[in-house]
């Protein structure tokens, strides 16, 4: 049985690297994988994955024939995606012409670097995003506090309202508090209103 090293990246190695793509793992095991491969040359190294394997043959020779002869066939209800390690069919150009990774790494940046006006536009928006965000709890707050205070001078029964939205006992203690002012505030219009009405009086007779 072969080893399970197929990740060695010296150009040797990954030349003669073949790469068994859609393969059903469930079902086909390394010893099925190994015993297709090996007709096409003597197998070094063997992996299976998840849903993929890589068979590593021992020259480039072996792989390309392995791949020319395997690639497309059905095993166990999948048709198999095969190709060389280091030349992936996903890097094929238009024509179909297999192009390695090195010739891609040449021709467009591993990592591009974004344009500085889509950067800093993209920082402007989040930014204004998150001081819209911010400016919005705030103010939402503020109407909360108003609404407080709007039901604090209500009267006496909307200050038991008041008590169940108290959660602390400082809290509940202030609360007390301003009711006994509110009731405070209650008794002077009505004695001012008695002094109305008094005036009212002696203006009438």
Known sequence: MASNVTNKTDPRSMNSRV???????????????????????????????????FVQYVNERNARAAVAREDGRRIAGQVLDINLAAEPKVN???????????EMDGSVPEHPSPSPLLGSSFDLDYDFQEKSEEEQSSSSLKKDETNVKMESEGGADDSAEEGDLLDDDDNEERGEDQLELIKDDEKEPEEGEDDRDSANGEDDS
Not at 37 to 44: A, E, H, M, N, P
Not at 92 to 102: L, M
């Open 19 to 53: 790469f068994i793509g859609n393969l059903n793992t469930l079902v086909v095991k390394k010893s099925d994988v190994e015993a297709i491969f090996s007709k096409y040359g003597k197998i070094v190294g063997c992996s299976v994955h998840k849903g993929f394997a």
């Open 92 to 102: 094929r150009g238009k024509a179909g012409v297999k192009r390695s990774a090195a």
